[in-house]
């Protein structure tokens, strides 16, 4: 199984901050990496797909970039409604797999 | 708009079996598979496998082999999924998701389903 690796597991941020979270994959997946927002008690949501496509409806702050092993997800200016957990996932290869999560909190 | 609508929440005893229900609408139902991802309270994402809804071939976990079953009614739109032999580590919340046209990500979620398996 590819494993996914984020980082930081969690990180305090301020409104107005430019926020960036770090997922790495255990082989070369090119570009099969997809970023989902989470809020408690809420299904994930896509946020960009194959690595720096933004899903419809998404906020252009959202941005994502690499491919091989090394991936970012970067908000460019965290609003409220940001506050949330993030995970990475893999599409290269069965069993997908997930990040363990980045968990973005208020400062 | 799509819209994914899953059972209710199920409480069964360890070794029983649980079948979830995911209504589908507001789009052509055997256009995109569906998939299957659980998580555990408290924990991150576990992607179960996936059902082409257009021919009904399936993909999986290997951890799960034996224990899932995916199914399709195109008929009422509606994806199932029963998990046989229930352990406590299956005590989740399960979700049915839309596989994007492309097979890229994860693009309509179900509103989940917790499944609590204790005796």
Do not use: H
Not at chain 1, 21 to 27: D, G, I, K, L, M
Not at chain 1, 92 to 101: E, I, L, R, V
Not at chain 2, 89 to 110: M, S
Request: net charge positive; aromatic share 12%; hydrophobic share 30%.
């Amino acid at each position: 199984d590819i494993q996914m690796t984020q980082s930081p597991s969690s990180l305090s941020a301020s409104v107005g901050d430019r926020v960036t979270v770090t997922c790495r994959a255990s082989q070369s997946i090119g570009t099969s990496l997809n970023w989902y927002q989470q809020k408690p008690g809420k299904a994930p949501k896509l946020l960009i797909y194959a690595a720096y496509r933004l899903q419809t409806g998404v906020p252009s702050r959202f941005s994502g970039s690499g491919s091989g092993t090394d991936f970012t997800l970067t908000i460019s200016s965290l609003q409220p409604e940001d506050f949330a957990t993030y995970y990475c996932q893999q599409s290269y290869n069965t069993p997908w797999t997930f990040g363990q999560g980045t968990r973005v909190e208020i400062k | 708009q799509v819209q994914l609508v899953q059972s209710g929440a199920e409480v069964k005893k360890p070794g029983a079996s649980v079948k979830i229900s995911c209504k589908s609408s507001g789009y052509t139902f055997t256009t995109y598979a569906i998939s299957w991802v659980r998580q555990a309270p408290g924990q991150g994402l576990e992607w179960m496998g996936w059902i082409s809804v257009y021919n009904g071939n399936t993909n999986y976990r290997q951890n799960l082999q034996g224990r899932v079953t995916m199914t399709t009614d195109t008929s009422t739109s509606t994806a199932y999924m029963e998990l046989g032999s229930l352990r406590s580590d299956d005590t989740a919340v399960y979700y049915c998701v839309r596989v994007t046209y492309g097979g890229n990500g994860l693009d309509y979620w179900g509103q989940g389903t917790l499944v609590t398996v204790s005796s």
